[in-house]
């Protein structure tokens, strides 16, 4: 008998296709989230889930989820899991790193330049019929190459991001929980820096931590005042990373110059002080989102997921101690 399993999110043809080849898959294409009483309910039978990082996988709703073995995120992040619960219980936990490194950085880049370009409001100032003629002081922005970029978190995405910078004439600054090895630093032309170097050299500092309760608010409004008053600032990585009500302050009263952001504290509520902003580029949680990333992506986790079933070690296990834990069924 295939094991049982749920898909909580809409996701693409091709993966269900290649689920049902292993599974008896129960699937929620209606893409509404699932209210956490419906997972519950849901997984009470599941073998697997392939979830996304708008479902919640706690210690209560794993306690009910009696016969889970796999927790497959279609996402990189995972902190919508609790991955110390999952071990305890038993039950692989597994992510989709790699395959929306190169998306996630060029989404990083164009917020950069849009930002840095004013593209957002040009663009509703273009729509809105105001454009009466080419003026020489008209949308003065900043420039984007030979300035000084500063990414905290040089993980895999981190990474990416840096190495586009070569094409800008950058100077690139970075800051890690780990130095980087001497020959990466030095393919990345990425000089270390203590975090708050960074924020007090670069012109664009970029965000690709993690979130976690160590990152949580890893900037605040004083590291905002260390930036310069002409700096830029990008979150693409995880809401929470930035208190986001400081950084309202900030563009408001101009200790920053503008910020590009795809992620919130409260997603989907913003914060609505970003609302009335003009200095701020605004994105729906959407770094990884291309045709080609998204498809990889769901792949991903759903093979995740099946190895995960079959016995076999994931690709992309997050916690290998989980199968000491493991036992079957657990009642
Ligand atoms: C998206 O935010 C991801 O973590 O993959």
Known sequence: MKPKILVTREVFDETLAYLAQAC???????????????????????????????????AALLAEAQQLKV???????????????????????TNTPGVLDDSTADLAWALMLAAARRLTEVESYIRGGEWTGWRLKQWLGVDV????LGIVGMGR????????AAGFDMRVVYHNRNRLAPDIEQRLNAAYVTKDELLRQSDFVVLQVPYSPETHH???????????????LVNSTRGG????AALVDALKAGTI???????????PRLHPGFLGLRNVVLAPHVGSSTEATRRAMAMTAAKNLV?????????????????????????
């Open 24 to 58: 008896e898959v129960e699937s929620n294409q209606n893409d509404a989230a699932l209210t956490p009483e419906a997972l519950r309910q849901r997984l009470r039978d599941k073998r697997g889930v392939m979830c996304c990082l708008t479902d919640r996988i706690d």
């Open 71 to 93: 927790v497959a995120n279609i996402a990189v992040g995972y902190n919508n899991i609790d991955v110390a619960a999952c071990t305890a219980r038993g039950v692989m936990a």
């Open 145 to 148: 190459h030979h300035a000084t």
């Open 157 to 164: 995405i981190g990474q990416v991001i840096a190495r586009r």
């Open 218 to 232: 890893l900037i605040g409004a004083a590291d905002l005042k260390r930036m310069k008053p002409t700096a830029i």
């Open 241 to 244: 990373v930035v208190d986001d």
């Open 257 to 267: 110059r503008a910020a590009g952001l795809d992620v919130f504290e409260n997603e």
């Open 307 to 331: 190895a995960a079933l079959a016995g076999a070690t994931p690709p992309n296990l997050l916690n290998p101690e989980s199968r000491a834990t493991s036992h079957e069924p657990r009642t």
